[in-house]
């Protein structure tokens, strides 16, 4: 059983940063690629960024492209996502997320953490 303990979120003006951080346990040595996704209210849950835990190769959805930075340190299975000039568009909950191989679905979830971004 995998779980994922996220932190990091708030209440942030628009033009600022926030740093969310995400730890996985639980068998972690079987993680293959760690993401962070959001849910904005009445919308669908969308992939932000990923990142594989081996070779740290990344993923960014264009509307974060430039001003998100997502990072890792695989030997403590954590990731982190840097969120810079933040706008209301921004603001959602978000959720970390893990998939075992290439081929599987994002199968584990975090409870999630709430950004806010006030304009």
């Known amino acids: 059983q995998v779980q994922l303990e996220e932190s990091g979120g708030g209440l942030v003006q628009a033009g600022g940063s926030l740093r969310l951080s995400c730890t996985s346990s639980?068998?972690?040595?079987?993680?293959?690629?760690m993401a962070w996704f959001r849910q904005a209210p009445g919308k669908e849950r969308i992939l932000v960024a990923a990142?594989?835990?081996?070779?740290?190769?990344?993923y960014y959805a264009d509307s974060v492209k430039g001003r998100f930075t997502i990072s890792r340190d695989h030997a403590a299975n954590t990731i982190w996502l840097q969120m810079n000039s933040l706008n209301s568009e921004d603001t959602a909950l978000y959720f970390c997320?893990?998939?075992?191989?290439?081929?599987?679905?994002?199968?584990?979830w975090g409870q999630g953490t709430q950004v806010t971004v006030s304009s």
């Open positions: 639980g068998r972690p040595y079987s993680n293959y690629e």
């Open positions: 990142i594989t835990l081996g070779a740290g190769s990344t």
């Open positions: 997320s893990v998939r075992r191989d290439p081929t599987s679905d994002y199968a584990y």
